[in-house]
C-alpha cells in the first residue's frame, strides 16, 4: 500500500516535470560514487540523469565504491569537454608451453554500447589502439557500426631491438581508429605465434587506450600490467553527447524533445564525434549547463588574470583590469603602461585649474582693493566738500575748473616722481604735470586740519572764479586724496625774486620793468582783496611768489595755500605762516591774518626792489638783518640813499625813488590799520610808473627781455638760499635748472 502511493507520487512529479518541459533532477539524487563525481546529465539513482545513456552504477569494490558504465569502470566524467574516462581490459594471447598451443588472456577485449543512440563514442582524437609484442598481430574492428578494420602489428627479433619510450612498431605499435565508433572489437591474427620466441617473448597483447597514459617501456613485452597504477587495466576516453538530434539548430527547434542545455549563460556545442550536442557554458562561467541557473560567474580575479601592478575587478561573466592613476591597462600585453595622455592631462588639468584659482583670486583680490580704494576715495571727498562743490557746479555751467582724479594726476606726474618736482616748500610740494597735453603746475599740500577739509570745496570753488591776469590760475583740484591737490596753470620764466636776486641780474634789468612787475603783482594782490568777503587773503606773499611769464608779466601765485594753512588759535603758535622777512610784525603779536598783512609783505618785496637785497641777512648786528629796519632807520635818519641800489641811485629821478620808498614805508607801518589798502598801494604804483615814464623806458622793455635772455642764463638762476635761513623757502626751487625756470 505504501510502496504504491510513493510510486503515484514519483509518476505525479514525472508528469509535471514533463509538461513543463524541463526535467529538474531531485536534489536527492547522489552525485558521488567513492572519489568520482557524478554530474547531471550522468546520474546513478533512477531517474537522476538525462537518459538511460547516462545512467551509471556505483558498485562497490575493494571496500570502494566505484561508479560503472557496463563493465567499464569509470574514473571520471568532464562536462567541459563531454568526455568520460573508463578504464578498459588489455587482452593477451600467450604460448602455452604445456599444452604447446595459444591461448587468449584476460578479459574480452571490446567495448559494446550496441546502438548509435547511446551517448559515447570511442575517441579517435585521444585513443590509440595499442599492440604489443614481437610477433604480434591484432585486429580491431567494427563490423557492428561503422564496417572499420583496422590491424596493429609490433615485431622484434630480440629484446636489444626494443627502445624505452618508441612505440612505432618494433616491439610496440600505436594504430589510430575513425569517429563515430560505439562498438570495437579485437582480435589476434590465428596464423602468428609466438611457439618459436616464448623464451623471451610469450605473450602478445592489444588494447585501444588514451594514449596519453602510455608510455612504451620494454618490459612490457612480458607483462599486461602497462600501467602500475591501473593493475591490468588502462585508461580509456568515451565522447559523450546527447544524440536523438543532429545538431544543435535541431535540438533548439525540436520542440517535442527537450533541449538539454537549461541554464542562463549557457550555450550549445556540437558534437565533434557523430551527431549531436553537449552544452557549455559560455566564457566566464564555470558549473553544470544542463541544470536551470548551473552556470555561475566565475570570478576570475581568483586567480588574478591583470598585472601584478593593476588591479582586477570581477563583473558578471567577465573581469576588468585597471591600473594605478597614471598608468594605462593595455589589453594586448596585459601590462599596465605609464599613461602619457592621462599624465600630460592630469598635469594640465591641474596646471589650468591652478591658474584659474590664481586668477580667481587675483581678481577677486583687484576687485575688494578697488571698492576699498573707491570707498576712501568717496570719503574723502565727501569731507573734502567735493558733493558741496559738484552741486555748485552744476548750478554754475560753465566753470572752468575741473574736479581731477587722483588717477588723472598720478598719470600726469609719473606717479609723482621725484624729476618732477619743480618746487618744495612748508605747505606742499609743487610738480610739473602734463594734462591732455597741457603743462600744469600740481601741488600737493602738506597738512590740512579738520575745519578747513569741510570749507575746502567752497574755498576752492571761490578760488577757481578768479580770474585775473597777474593770478595764477586754478585749473582744477582732487578731493580723492587725504590732503587736496591742486592744479594751477603753468608759469615758466621765474619769479620776481630771481630777476632782483639772481646773480648779475639786478644790474641788468631796468628799474622801470620792476616797477610794472610790482605793480601788476599789487593788482593781482588787489584783486584778491577786493574780490570777497572776508578778504582772500594771500598769507605769503613774497617775491619767490610772484611768478613771470612768457613776457615777464607778474602772477601771483601760491594764494591758495593760504586758506590751506591751519588758523587754529593753538596750531598758530607753531604753525607761522608765511616767510621770515616778509612777516607782519602784527600778525605776530596777534595772530590774526588780515589783508593788511599781505601789504606788510608787499612793503618789503618794494625794499627788495628799491635795495636789491634780501630781506633777511645773516651777516651783521640783529639790527642789520632785518631789510625792513635797516630802511625804516635810514628814512628816519633821511639817508635813503644809503639802502638804494646802486644802479638805480643816479639813472631814476629821486622823486620817484622817494615815492616808492614813502609807499613801502607807509606799507611797513607797525600798525596795520594805518597801512594802505591793497587797491591803494596799487594806484599809487600805477601813479609813480606813469612819473617815470620816459620814452626809451616803453621801447626797451623788449630789448631788455632779450638782453636778459641772451645773458649769462645759467649763472643767473642761482638762488641764494641762504637768505631764507628758517628753511621757509615755499616754492624756491629744489633744481634751479628745472624746465619750470629755463627756457
Ligand atoms: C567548454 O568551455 C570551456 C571553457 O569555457 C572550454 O575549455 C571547452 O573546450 C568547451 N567545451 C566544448 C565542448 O566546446
Ligand atoms: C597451460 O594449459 C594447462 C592446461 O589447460 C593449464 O593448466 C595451465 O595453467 C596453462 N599454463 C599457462 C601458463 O597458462
Ligand atoms: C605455430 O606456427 C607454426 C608455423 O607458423 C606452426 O607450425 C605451429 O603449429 C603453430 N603452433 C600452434 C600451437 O599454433
Ligand atoms: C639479438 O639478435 C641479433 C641479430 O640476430 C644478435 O646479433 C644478438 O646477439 C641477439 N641478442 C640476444 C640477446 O639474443
Ligand atoms: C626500459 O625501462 C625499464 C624501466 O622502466 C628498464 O628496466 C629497462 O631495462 C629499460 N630497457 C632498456 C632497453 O633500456
Ligand atoms: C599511468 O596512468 C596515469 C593516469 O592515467 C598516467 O598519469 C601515468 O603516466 C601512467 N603511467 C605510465 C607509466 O604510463
Ligand atoms: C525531437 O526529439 C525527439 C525526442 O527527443 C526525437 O525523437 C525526435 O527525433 C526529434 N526530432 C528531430 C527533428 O530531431
Redesign the pocket.
Same mark, same amino acid.
Given at each position: 500500500m505504501r510502496m504504491f502511493l510513493q510510486l503515484g507520487l514519483g509518476f505525479v512529479l514525472l508528469a509535471a516535470q514533463y509538461a513543463s518541459g524541463i526535467v529538474v533532477p531531485s536534489s536527492q539524487c547522489r552525485r558521488q560514487c567513492g572519489n568520482v563525481e557524478i554530474p547531471y546529465p550522468f546520474g546513478i539513482d533512477p531517474g537522476c540523469s538525462l537518459t538511460q545513456g547516462f545512467q551509471l552504477s556505483c558498485k562497490v569494490q575493494d571496500g570502494i565504491p566505484k561508479p560503472f558504465r557496463g563493465a567499464f569502470e569509470v574514473l571520471d566524467i568532464s562536462l567541459t569537454q563531454g568526455t568520460t574516462r573508463v578504464l578498459n581490459y588489455i587482452l593477451g594471447y600467450c604460448?602455452n608451453t604445456s599444452t604447446?598451443?595459444?591461448e587468449y588472456f584476460g578479459r574480452y577485449g571490446g567495448f559494446n554500447e550496441g546502438d548509435p543512440s547511446s551517448p559515447y563514442r570511442l575517441s579517435d582524437t585521444q585513443n590509440r589502439f595499442t599492440v604489443i609484442g614481437c610477433s604480434a598481430l591484432a585486429l580491431i574492428s567494427d563490423y557492428d557500426g561503422t564496417g572499420y578494420q583496422g590491424l596493429g602489428v609490433a615485431t622484434c627479433r630480440n629484446l636489444s631491438d626494443l627502445v624505452n619510450g618508441s612505440c612505432s612498431g618494433m616491439g610496440c605499435s600505436q594504430t589510430t581508429i575513425p569517429k563515430r565508433m560505439y562498438y570495437y572489437d579485437t582480435t589476434f591474427s590465428a #596464423?602468428v605465434?609466438t #611457439?618459436q620466441i616464448w623464451e623471451f617473448n610469450r605473450c602478445s597483447y592489444a588494447v585501444l587506450m588514451e594514449a596519453a597514459a602510455f608510455k612504451f617501456s620494454t618490459t612490457y613485452v612480458n607483462t599486461n600490467k602497462f600501467n602500475d597504477t591501473y593493475n591490468g587495466r588502462v585508461p580509456m576516453i568515451l565522447e559523450w553527447a546527447i544524440r536523438d538530434v543532429k545538431s544543435c539548430d535541431a535540438a533548439k527547434q525540436n520542440t517535442t524533445g527537450t533541449y538539454a542545455c537549461l541554464s542562463a549563460n549557457s550555450k550549445c556545442v556540437d558534437s565533434t564525434n557523430d551527431q549531436g550536442y553537449t552544452c557549455n557554458c559560455t566564457n566566464g562561467y564555470a558549473g553544470n549547463p544542463y541544470l536551470l541557473d548551473g552556470c555561475k560567474d566565475v570570478n576570475e580575479c581568483n586567480h588574478n588574470p591583470c598585472p601584478s601592478d593593476g588591479y582586477c575587478r570581477n563583473i558578471a561573466g567577465e573581469y576588468r583590469c585597471s591600473c594605478r592613476v597614471g598608468k594605462k591597462y593595455v589589453t594586448e600585453s596585459n601590462t599596465c603602461n605609464p599613461n602619457i595622455g592621462f599624465i600630460i592631462g592630469v598635469t594640465m588639468g591641474l596646471f589650468g585649474l591652478m591658474v584659474i584659482v590664481m586668477i580667481t583670486i587675483f581678481w577677486g583680490q583687484m576687485i575688494l582693493q578697488k571698492r576699498k580704494l573707491n570707498k576712501v576715495k568717496q570719503e574723502y571727498f565727501r569731507k573734502h566738500g567735493g558733493v558741496l562743490l559738484f552741486d555748485k557746479m552744476k548750478s554754475e555751467k560753465g566753470l572752468a575748473f575741473n574736479v581731477f582724479s587722483e588717477a588723472e594726476l598720478i598719470h600726469a606726474t609719473d606717479n609723482f616722481d621725484s624729476s618732477r618736482i619743480i618746487g618744495k616748500g612748508g605747505h606742499g610740494t609743487v610738480y610739473k604735470g602734463i594734462i591732455k597735453n597741457m603743462s600744469v603746475a600740481i601741488k600737493r599740500c602738506a597738512v590740512v586740519d579738520e575745519r578747513q577739509k569741510k570749507e575746502f570745496g567752497q574755498e576752492m570753488l571761490i578760488l577757481s572764479q578768479i580770474n585775473h591776469k597777474n593770478v595764477v590760475k586754478l585749473l582744477g583740484c582732487c578731493l580723492e586724496v587725504e590732503v587736496p591737490i591742486l592744479v594751477y596753470e603753468f608759469v615758466l620764466n621765474g619769479t620776481l625774486f630771481e630777476l632782483i636776486h639772481g646773480k648779475n641780474q639786478a644790474s641788468q634789468i631796468s628799474f622801470n620793468t620792476l616797477l610794472r612787475i610790482a605793480h601788476e603783482a599789487a593788482e593781482g594782490l588787489s584783486f584778491l582783496h577786493l574780490y570777497a568777503s572776508p578778504p582772500i587773503i594771500h598769507g605769503d606773499v613774497k617775491s619767490s611768489n610772484i611768478l613771470l611769464d612768457d613776457n615777464y608779466m607778474a602772477k601771483v601765485s601760491d594764494f591758495g595755500a593760504s586758506i590751506l594753512a591751519p588758523s587754529d588759535k593753538e596750531q598758530f603758535v607753531t604753525m607761522v605762516q608765511g616767510t621770515c622777512g616778509y612777516l607782519d610784525p602784527e600778525y605776530m603779536q596777534t595772530c590774526q591774518l588780515t589783508d593788511k598783512s599781505d601789504v606788510y609783505s608787499f612793503g618789503v618785496i618794494l625794499l627788495e626792489i628799491l635795495t636789491g637785497q634780501l630781506p633777511l641777512k645773516l651777516e651783521g648786528s640783529e639790527k642789520q638783518r632785518s631789510l625792513s629796519l635797516i630802511f625804516l632807520s635810514a628814512m628816519k635818519e633821511n639817508n635813503l640813499e644809503a639802502v638804494l641800489v646802486n644802479h638805480v641811485k643816479g639813472q631814476e629821478s629821486m622823486e620817484l625813488l622817494r615815492g616808492l620808498a614813502d609807499l613801502a614805508k607807509k606799507c611797513l607801518d607797525m600798525c596795520g590799520d594805518n597801512r594802505p589798502s591793497m587797491k591803494e598801494v596799487a594806484d599809487e604804483l600805477n601813479r609813480l610808473r606813469k612819473l617815470s615814464l620816459h620814452p626809451w623806458v616803453q621801447l626797451g622793455v623788449e630789448t631788455e627781455v632779450e638782453n636778459l635772455l641772451g645773458g649769462d642764463t645759467t649763472g643767473g638762476y642761482e638762488i641764494e638760499l641762504s637768505g631764507y635761513p628758517m628753511g621757509e623757502s615755499e616754492n624756491q626751487p629744489i633744481n634751479p635748472r628745472s624746465s619750470y625756470y629755463a627756457r
Open positions: 604460448y604447446r598451443s595459444m #596464423s605465434n #611457439s
